[in-house]
């Protein structure tokens, strides 16, 4: 599993905390992996789930700190969504 992966697993369950994610969710990052968003929290994995954002490294990491906006980025063609858009915008929250 590559470093960007575990590190992306490590960031989004910190900032998940205590909270859970109703439905699931799958960030595809091109290259690297993909990191699984459910109501257990973050894991490395490819499984299906009901929407999938794929993007670049730089771009999710991006996003990880807090440097891109997730709707911003979408809006400019750097985030794909497939799936439930609404998961997706309850995402975007998740990460701010």
Known sequence: MSDII????????EKL???SFEGSAKFV????G????DKDG???????????????????????????DPTAAFMSGKLSVD???SLAMQL???LA
């Open 42 to 68: 973050a894991r490395a994995g490819d499984d299906d789930t009901d929407v999938t954002l794929t993007a670049d490294a730089e771009t999710f990491e991006a996003i990880l700190e807090g440097e891109q």
């Open 29 to 32: 990052i091109e290259g690297e």
């Open 83 to 85: 799936g439930d858009m």
């Open 6 to 13: 575990d590190a992306a697993v490590t960031a989004l369950n």
């Open 92 to 94: 975007g929250s998740v």
């Open 17 to 19: 905390g205590e909270d």
């Open 34 to 37: 993909a990191v699984v968003i």
